[in-house]
């Protein structure tokens, strides 16, 4: 019997990262400055991060990578392809949207990592603040806390941030992070093939948050990005049909196209905002997630 070789570990905020290459970077430098911005999400949390209890996995017949690019920056696939979830006036996993914080920005950062819908003006937390109006004192204290911790720990600019949009850590793991009153999803994306997809999901919380709040928050993620729930089933469905479509005699000769946003409309820069910016109708994320897997696969190493 061999010896069996363990991953080298990382802890970062309550979360535990893995990798099996011993020679490998430092996770900081995995990141970059995609860490400044999941230092927002981990700073707000008063009692640090905790995880509800139990894990989903569900397959799709998809290529893996459809499914990172989409959280890495497809913004306009939502107000199609989960318009009917607006209609029903539930609680949505991102309250606030496009239509009232039109400067929201996409960025990415070099190793294919790409984020989206990042609000840099106060907008996240004034509806954090608007709505916890309804939810009675004690969530209202919860949304002030949570920014005062931010005021405490973090720059002007990342507490005006407060939460994040979603996004894609390079290759397969996508968080979603939009409000201090909504889940924090944590998303694997494991091929088990080609055309096939196997998901692994968790629901992360404030274990510092109240405990009415936490039943909504879990409540709300069986609801939306879930196996069962009214937003991932949506996503699944284009997964698999992009990756059908690429199966046909026409299809297979076809390139995908990704030059949205392209030309002197990219390369915002924001002064200390870390990142490559650009409109939130874009897809530099995209871009920047298939350029990094091209210069992965091209390497001689
Ligand atoms: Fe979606």
Same mark, same amino acid.
């Given at each position: 019997?061999?010896?069996?070789?363990?991953?080298?570990?990382?802890?970062?905020?309550?979360?535990?990262?893995?990798?099996?290459?011993?020679?490998?970077?430092?996770?900081?430098?995995?990141?970059?400055?995609?860490?400044?911005?999941?230092?927002?999400?981990?700073?707000?949390?008063?009692?640090?991060?905790?995880?509800?209890?139990? =894990?989903? @996995? $569900?397959?799709?017949?998809?290529?893996?990578?459809?499914?990172?690019?989409?959280?890495?920056?497809?913004?306009?696939?939502?107000?199609?392809?989960?318009?009917?979830?607006?209609?029903?006036?539930?609680?949505?996993?991102?309250?606030?949207?496009?239509?009232?914080?039109?400067?929201?920005?996409?960025?990415?950062? +070099?190793?294919?990592?790409?984020?989206? !819908?990042?609000?840099? &003006?106060?907008?996240?937390?004034?509806?954090?603040?608007?709505?916890?109006?309804?939810?009675?004192?004690?969530?209202?204290? $919860?949304? @002030?806390?949570?920014?005062?911790?931010?005021?405490?720990?973090?720059?002007?600019?990342? !507490? @005006?941030?407060?939460?994040?949009?979603?996004?894609?850590?390079? +290759?397969?793991?996508?968080?979603?992070?939009?409000?201090?009153?909504?889940?924090?999803?944590?998303?694997?994306?494991?091929?088990?093939?080609?055309?096939?997809?196997?998901?692994?999901?968790?629901?992360?919380?404030?274990?510092?948050?109240? &405990?009415?709040?936490? =039943?909504?928050?879990?409540?709300?993620?069986?609801?939306?990005?879930?196996?069962?729930?009214?937003?991932?089933?949506?996503?699944?469905?284009?997964?698999?049909?992009?990756?059908?479509?690429?199966?046909?005699?026409?299809?297979?000769?076809?390139?995908?196209? $990704?030059?949205?946003?392209?030309?002197?409309?990219?390369?915002?820069?924001?002064?200390?905002?870390?990142?490559?910016?650009?409109? $939130?109708?874009?897809?530099?994320?995209?871009?920047?997630?298939?350029? =990094?897997?091209?210069?992965?696969?091209?390497?001689?190493?």
């Amino acid at each position: 019997m061999g010896l069996v070789e363990m991953p080298k570990l990382t802890s970062y905020g309550g979360l535990i990262f893995g990798c099996w290459d011993s020679g490998a970077g430092s996770l900081d430098d995995y990141l970059g400055d995609y860490r400044w911005y999941l230092d927002i999400m981990l700073s707000r949390l008063i009692g640090g991060m905790t995880f509800i209890r139990g =894990q989903q @996995r $569900y397959k799709i017949g998809a290529n893996w990578k459809i499914a990172a690019e989409n959280f890495a920056g497809d913004t306009y696939h939502l107000g199609y392809s989960h318009a009917s979830v607006f209609k029903l006036g539930v609680n949505v996993l991102n309250p606030v949207s496009y239509q009232a914080a039109p400067s929201m920005y996409s960025v990415v950062f +070099p190793g294919g990592h790409g984020m989206t !819908s990042l609000a840099i &003006d106060n907008e996240r937390y004034d509806y954090d603040l608007r709505a916890a109006q309804g939810m009675g004192a004690e969530v209202v204290e $919860y949304v @002030r806390e949570a920014r005062a911790r931010l005021d405490r720990e973090c720059s002007p600019v990342q !507490s @005006r941030i407060y939460a994040l949009g979603f996004g894609n850590i390079f +290759p397969n793991v996508s968080v979603n992070d939009f409000s201090a009153l909504r889940p924090i999803g944590f998303y694997v994306w494991h091929p088990r093939g080609p055309s096939e997809l196997e998901v692994w999901q968790w629901c992360a919380v404030d274990a510092g948050a109240p &405990d009415s709040l936490i =039943q909504m928050i879990r409540d709300d993620f069986a609801r939306n990005q879930a196996a069962a729930g009214t937003v991932a089933p949506d996503d699944g469905e284009n997964f698999e049909q992009v990756t059908e479509a690429t199966r046909g005699v026409v299809g297979r000769r076809q390139a995908f196209n $990704y030059q949205m946003g392209m030309g002197d409309i990219e390369e915002i820069r924001l002064e200390g905002v870390p990142g490559k910016l650009a409109p $939130y109708y874009s897809e530099l994320g995209q871009r920047n997630f298939y350029t =990094q897997w091209a210069t992965l696969l091209n390497s001689e190493d």
